[in-house]
């Protein structure tokens, strides 16, 4: 019978190699659009959005690590985490869709940048598994393509379906999340296994979203006459 140690060993190796694979394949379609759009100023917005974001997203994910509730870390870290990269969207009403996208993509990468290098040097301080690296690393690239399709389909569609590839980032990461959680909280290998597969499900999924996403805004930018 497989132990958690295990199942968590063998889903660090699918988010090291199936994860990768699937943040080049994701950033490929993103870049392609966004290269065809107009070129703007993102960075240093960007930059001021993502230290914002961060600071909202540990705020709101402080009272599940004061309770040591390791899943309802992972459920509330995907809410959070997901929505404050949308900050743009309300921040910046002056720009394009086009415009907002960008800024929306460039403050989930700079999130991802900046938590990414806080807990990889965490985890080579203290000499943790070097797997917990390596999955930190793919998830730089997961925070900047689940922003790709969420805010791809806010903009990009109306009514409820504009709020599908945010449901679809929220999940996709609180169970990114949740297999390493489960484990620290001492669930069975069962549930752990489980929530494994699952987010191995939308890994899998999240190629064919960001081309979505990455499509609805490069047509909404081609109606209003923003094409690069």
Do not use: C, Q
């Not at 040591?68 to 309300?90: F, M, R, T, Y």
């Not at 399709?149 to 109306?158: I, N, Q, R």
């Not at 499900?201 to 930018?221: G, N, S």
């Amino acid at each position: 019978m497989l132990t958690v140690e295990v199942i968590l060993k063998y889903y660090f190796a699918t988010v090291t190699v199936l994860g990768g694979l699937v943040v080049l394949l994701g950033t490929k379609y993103t870049l392609r659009t966004w290269r065809g759009l107009p070129k703007t100023k993102w960075l240093a917005p960007s930059l001021a959005m993502a230290l914002l974001a961060l600071i909202l997203a540990s705020t709101a994910e402080l009272p599940a690590l004061i309770l040591g509730n390791w899943v309802l870390l992972a459920l509330i870290a995907g809410v959070a985490e997901e929505s404050v990269k949308l900050l743009p969207i309300k921040l910046y009403r002056e720009l394009e869709n086009w415009g907002k996208w960008k800024l929306v993509i460039g403050t989930a990468f700079l999130l991802g940048l900046i938590e990414g290098v806080l807990y990889t040097s965490a985890i080579v301080l203290f000499g943790e598994n070097i797997y917990l690296a390596l999955v930190r690393i793919v998830l730089i690239g997961f925070h900047t393509i689940w922003a790709v399709v969420s805010a791809g389909f806010l903009l990009g569609h109306t009514g409820p379906r504009r709020f599908s590839g945010l449901a679809f980032a929220i999940l996709a990461h609180a169970f990114y999340d949740m297999p390493t959680l489960a484990g620290f909280g001492g669930y069975s290998a069962n549930v752990v296994a489980a929530v494994a597969v699952v987010s191995t499900v939308f890994m899998l999924l999240t190629p064919a979203m960001v081309k979505r996403a990455a499509e609805l805004v490069r047509t909404e930018a081609e109606e209003r006459g923003g094409k690069g």
